[in-house]
């Protein structure tokens, strides 16, 4: 896997590689992001120890890690388990540096304090010379959330640095997915969101479409149930969380609104969406410069995984269709009519990653972008520049053409959001008519990655 477009992090690592001292990285995100990748690639490159961690008491958790390190008859001390295991280490590596690589640590972290206990005196020099940098990996970003410190505690001076690894953008998207059009690329990342290891799966499928027939629709599918996988091993109580995504991958995002879908108290549903938010699962939208008393909405949510959104938008409700249903054409009847809609968000997160890449202004010229959600309409971009000036960006993905109605309901949300219309931009794809272009300037997203 490359990693050529994580460089921060990437080159943090190498550095500390480098410095002197004992050192803790931590190194968290979702399962199938490229993090056992990344371990395993550093593990090629340099002197190191990796361990993937399992569910395990102390004591059977440092009699694998010993299994790891050859000694499969030696046993871990019941009081000081670690003890042993790094005794061992220290015993058969002597270099000045080592790095140790611990995939999945919130095993051994969650399971008790021996381990930190031990960690301490390897990095303190205990039990050799040797400096070691600890590369902890985390998949529960709910434990990083609420334990990691805790868990950490006495090691927390050594932590140098804390990253979360992070999906792939359109960019790196395009480049991961070789041999595909970019119209083609584009639909893998707006239904898989650029997750590595999703995007992995689509190499031996000649279409986007053929991908869900197979990998969705059919009962065999390895992503059949993948939005109550992605629950899995988490939550308790599915039927609960199941029941609040399906509105929201639905549309309905304010808490109200989710209120009158379930039949949940608001109270309870506030609750259940702290939990999939530290999952990170969902996500708050905040409208660009909002105030209290604008026209922006408030209360805002959003299914922030595509691949868990695609599921629960298309394949929750229809479990009792789908078997009676040949794939092509449930697809046929019920997501491509839908599809372009579902997509327009991923169109418009492409779109600003464009923009701050330097796509189409000169690299630097766009900071950052957020957007605007207002009650009156929704501005999917706005583009902050260096001097602080912000700029409408409008997308239009879909099967209707651009229209001038269009461009006239998009100045209307402009000046809600108390915003100019003069630099106006839109990314549309297909050819729009003069009319069109003599109000607001129209480009195509796709054909910013063709050149």
């Given at each position: 896997?490359?990693?050529?477009?994580?460089?921060?992090?990437?080159?943090?690592?190498?550095?500390?590689?480098?410095?002197?001292?004992s050192?803790?990285?931590?190194?968290?995100?979702?399962?199938?992001?490229?993090k056992?990748?990344?371990?395993?690639?550093?593990?090629?490159?340099?002197?190191?120890?990796?361990?993937?961690?399992?569910?395990?008491?102390?004591?059977?958790?440092?009699?694998?890690?010993?299994?790891?390190?050859?000694?499969?008859?030696?046993?871990?001390?019941?009081?000081?388990?670690?003890?042993?295991?790094?005794?061992?280490?220290?015993?058969?590596?002597?270099?000045?540096?080592?790095?140790?690589?611990?995939?999945?640590?919130?095993?051994?972290?969650?399971?008790?304090?021996?381990?930190?206990?031990?960690?301490?005196?390897?990095?303190?020099?205990?039990?050799?010379?040797?400096?070691?940098?600890?590369?902890?990996?985390?998949?529960?970003?709910?434990?990083?959330?609420?334990?990691?410190?805790?868990?950490?505690?006495?090691?927390?001076?050594?932590?140098?640095?804390?990253?979360k690894?992070?999906?792939?953008?359109?960019?790196q998207?395009?480049?991961?997915?070789?041999?595909?059009?970019?119209?083609?690329?584009?639909?893998?990342?707006?239904?898989?969101?650029?997750?590595?290891?999703?995007?992995?799966?689509?190499?031996?499928?000649?279409?986007?479409e053929?991908?869900?027939?197979?990998?969705?629709?059919?009962k065999?599918?390895?992503?059949?149930?993948?939005?109550?996988?992605?629950?899995?091993?988490?939550?308790?109580?599915?039927?609960?969380?199941?029941?609040?995504?399906?509105?929201?991958?639905?549309?309905?995002?304010?808490?109200?609104?989710?209120?009158?879908?379930?039949?949940?108290?608001?109270?309870?549903?506030?609750?259940?969406?702290?939990?999939?938010?530290?999952?990170?699962?969902?996500?708050?939208?905040?409208?660009?410069?909002?105030?209290?008393?604008?026209?922006?909405?408030?209360?805002?949510?959003?299914?922030?995984?595509?691949?868990?959104?695609?599921?629960?938008?298309f394949?929750?409700?229809?479990?009792?269709?789908?078997?009676?249903?040949?794939?092509?054409?449930?697809?046929?009847?019920?997501?491509?009519p839908?599809?372009?809609?579902?997509?327009?968000?991923?169109?418009?997160?492409?779109?600003?990653?464009?923009?701050?890449?330097?796509?189409?202004?000169?690299?630097?010229?766009?900071?950052?972008?957020?957007?605007?959600?207002?009650?009156?309409?929704?501005?999917?971009?706005v583009?902050?520049?260096?001097?602080?000036?912000?700029?409408?960006?409008?997308?239009?993905?879909?099967?209707?053409?651009?229209?001038?109605?269009?461009?006239?309901?998009?100045?209307?949300?402009?000046?809600?959001?108390?915003?100019?219309?003069?630099?106006?931009?839109?990314?549309?794809?297909?050819?729009?008519?003069?009319?069109?272009?003599?109000?607001?300037?129209?480009?195509?997203?796709?054909?910013?990655?063709?050149?």
């Open positions: 896997m490359d990693f050529s477009g994580r460089t921060d992090i990437v080159n943090q690592i190498e550095q500390c590689v480098q410095e002197r001292g050192r803790i990285l931590v190194l968290y995100g979702e399962k199938g992001l490229g056992t990748a990344l371990l395993l690639q550093l593990a090629q490159k340099y002197e190191s120890v990796y361990y993937h961690a399992v569910p395990a008491s102390e004591f059977t958790q440092a009699g694998l890690f010993l299994r790891r390190l050859g000694e499969t008859r030696r046993q871990p001390d019941i009081e000081n388990a670690y003890h042993t295991v790094f005794t061992v280490l220290t015993d058969r590596f002597r270099q000045p540096k080592l790095l140790l690589l611990i995939d999945e640590s919130e095993h051994i972290l969650k399971a008790g304090d021996q381990f930190t206990s031990a960690l301490r005196v390897l990095l303190n020099h205990g039990y050799s010379d040797t400096d070691f940098l600890v590369l902890l990996s985390c998949s529960s970003l709910s434990f990083v959330a609420n334990s990691l410190g805790k868990r950490l505690g006495i090691c927390v001076p050594f932590i140098s640095g804390i990253h690894l992070r999906a792939f953008s359109f960019t998207t395009c480049a991961f997915l070789k041999g595909y059009s970019v119209e083609e690329s584009f639909l893998f990342y707006a239904i898989l969101g650029g997750n590595p290891s999703l995007l992995t799966m689509t190499k031996n499928f000649p279409s986007a053929r991908f869900i027939c197979e990998m969705f629709l059919k065999t599918g390895v992503l059949h149930e993948y939005g109550l996988n992605a629950l899995a091993g988490e939550l308790r109580e599915f039927g609960v969380y199941a029941t609040i995504l399906y509105p929201i991958a639905c549309g309905k995002n304010k808490l109200n609104e989710i209120h009158l879908a379930t039949g949940f108290s608001r109270a309870k549903i506030s609750v259940y969406l702290k939990n999939l938010m530290e999952l990170n699962l969902i996500e708050k939208v905040y409208s660009y410069g909002a105030g209290p008393r604008d026209d922006s909405k408030k209360g805002l949510y959003r299914i922030s995984q595509p691949a868990v959104e695609f599921w629960y938008r394949l929750y409700a229809a479990q009792s269709v789908m078997p009676e249903t040949e794939p092509e054409t449930f697809y046929e009847q019920m997501i491509a839908n599809l372009p809609a579902f997509m327009e968000r991923a169109y418009a997160r492409a779109s600003a990653q464009a923009l701050i890449e330097g796509r189409v202004f000169r690299s630097g010229h766009i900071l950052r972008c957020e957007e605007w959600n207002g009650k009156s309409g929704e501005i999917p971009v583009a902050i520049t260096e001097q602080g000036d912000a700029i409408p960006i409008f997308v239009h993905y879909g099967v209707q053409p651009l229209s001038v109605e269009d461009i006239e309901w998009y100045a209307f949300s402009c000046k809600k959001a108390r915003l100019s219309s003069k630099n106006m931009l839109i990314f549309s794809e297909g050819i729009p008519d003069e009319a069109v272009e003599e109000r607001a300037h129209v480009m195509s997203l796709f054909s910013l990655y063709k050149k």
